[in-house]
């Protein structure tokens, strides 16, 4: 059974578009949703995050929106750039009962120069 | 300014042969977190720790063994390798506490078994 559910496999994008990266989970229990950068050869690193009191987070060109109601939250990456190209994991735990961070499986992102 | 440290980062193993791989962390965190990384399959937890002393399966825990007997050290061990468990492993650890969730990652251990 797979908690979290991340599409796209792997996105490619144009210098200067948007890249959408989109995740679902099944247990309303989750209250706090990670999203993980990661470069080859290395560990994944918290790029953002967001609790379900808010729909909305932004850090720069990195933007969190999230639906409650439709169990679902995606990572919005305004004005992509090649240095964005790496794989991308969103995550889920209920914190406040559990101590588990489950992730999805990921997404290879490439940015066209 | 050390943060989560693995170690070996590659290893081959012949079937059936068993190690350990090494995870230490000098933030003084309580929780610590072991994942194994397939391609295409994402993260999956195999053990965690929410202190010395403690420890709980994950998603995938079949084949591995933990322990932890200090804050600092949260060992792997793969009693009987098999191919399957050929994957790249990180080791993580976060603060206690619902306000610090941030998972602080090692730069992994790849590991092959022949």
């Known amino acids: 059974q797979q908690q979290v559910k991340q599409s796209p496999q792997s996105l490619i994008v144009q210098k200067g578009g948007i890249s959408i990266i989109n995740c679902a989970y099944e247990?309303?229990?989750?209250?706090?949703f990670p999203w993980y950068q990661q470069f080859p050869g290395k560990g994944p690193a918290l790029l953002i995050a967001i609790r379900p009191d808010v729909s909305e987070k932004k850090e720069g060109r990195f933007t969190i929106s999230f639906n409650k109601s439709a169990k679902q939250f995606s990572l919005h990456i305004m004005d992509s750039q090649p240095g964005d190209s790496a794989t991308y994991f969103c995550a889920a735990s209920e914190g406040s009962r559990d101590d588990k961070i489950i992730f999805g499986k990921g997404t290879r992102l490439h940015i066209l120069p | 300014n050390a943060g989560v440290t693995q170690t070996p980062k590659f290893r081959i193993l012949k079937i059936g042969q068993s190690m350990t791989l090494q995870c230490t962390q000098d933030?003084?965190?309580?929780?610590m977190y072991w994942y194994r990384q397939d391609p295409g399959m994402g993260l999956k937890l195999i053990y965690y720790?929410?202190?010395?002393?403690?420890?709980d399966k994950g998603e995938v825990p079949n084949g591995y063994n933990v322990s932890r007997s200090t804050t600092e050290d949260f060992p792997l061990r793969l009693e009987l390798a098999a191919p399957s468990q050929t994957s790249v492993y990180f080791c993580?650890?976060?603060?206690?506490?619902?306000?610090?969730?941030?998972?602080?990652f090692g730069s992994g251990t790849q590991l092959s078994v022949l």
């Open positions: 933030m003084n965190h309580n929780y």
């Open positions: 247990n309303t229990a989750f209250d706090y």
């Open positions: 993580a650890s976060r603060p206690a506490g619902s306000t610090n969730e941030k998972l602080f």
């Open positions: 720790s929410v202190g010395a002393g403690i420890t």
